[in-house]
């Protein structure tokens, strides 16, 4: 069964870091593109960050870019976001989802079951 | 930036009765449009893909169509387990995958 499980969200002042990780299994990880997607509290999607299979390939929204970090670890099946300079509009959870092959620009399926950021002084 | 709007933005519906949910781009996306349901505390799942092709285990009752700038995804009899919040995305244009604000099916 694939599975994709995020873990690190927590509570953390503006302005401080955390890093979220994703643990993949039931498929073979360094085979597929992999993304962040967030959504705020009673709010809708938005995409994050993605990383193509082998890490050549990096993307990230306007609103993260410069702050956070997606990286993966293809011998641990793990994903990665290191979250900087936080703000309390980062406030949301954070889903991993894997793309539907190693390419990027696709829909996303399956999702994990996501991890809450909270960002409050 | 593609813009996704949908339509509308609840949509009370009986038990048994079609569902026609609509997703607008604000620029054609050609086919390359996707549809999630995500219910109350948990993840969003894919449901469609390609703007009509059903994910791998989605029920026959869950339809897509169209093609461009205008998009449908119909539940043809609504089950209770179809009550929740359904958002379209677009690929074609990317990045950033762009998601529509959402349609919350609702039981009247």
């Known amino acids: 069964e694939v599975q994709l499980v995020e873990s690190g969200g927590g509570l953390v002042k503006p302005g401080g870091s955390l890093r979220l990780s994703c643990a993949a299994s039931g498929f073979t990880f360094s085979s597929y593109s992999m993304n962040w997607v967030r959504q705020a509290p009673g709010k809708g999607l938005e995409w994050v960050s993605s990383?193509?299979?082998?890490?050549?390939?990096?993307y990230y929204a306007d609103s993260v870019k410069g702050r956070f970090t997606i990286s993966r670890d293809n011998a641990k099946n793990s994903l990665y976001l290191q979250m900087n300079s936080l703000r309390a509009e980062d406030t949301a959870v954070y889903y991993c989802?894997?793309?539907?092959?190693?390419?990027?620009?696709?829909?996303?399926?399956?999702w994990g079951q996501g991890t809450l950021v909270t960002v409050s002084s | 930036e593609i813009v996704m709007t949908q339509s509308p933005a609840t949509l009370s519906v009986s038990p048994g009765e079609r569902a026609t949910l609509s997703c607008r781009a604000s620029?054609?996306?050609?086919?390359?449009l996707a549809w999630y349901q995500q219910k109350p505390g948990q993840a969003p799942r894919l449901l469609i893909y390609g703007a009509s092709t059903r994910a791998t285990g989605i029920p026959a009752r869950f339809s897509g169509s169209g093609s461009g700038t205008e998009f449908t995804l119909t539940i043809s009899s609504l089950q209770s387990e179809d009550f929740a919040v359904y958002y379209c995305?677009?690929?074609?244009?990317?990045?950033?995958?762009?998601f529509g604000q959402g349609t919350k099916v609702e039981i009247k």
């Open positions: 989802a894997r793309d539907p092959s190693s390419s990027l620009n696709n829909w996303f399926d399956p």
């Open positions: 990383i193509s299979s082998s890490s050549s390939y990096i």
């Open positions: 620029q054609s996306v050609s086919s390359n």
């Open positions: 995305q677009q690929y074609n244009n990317w990045p950033p995958a762009t």
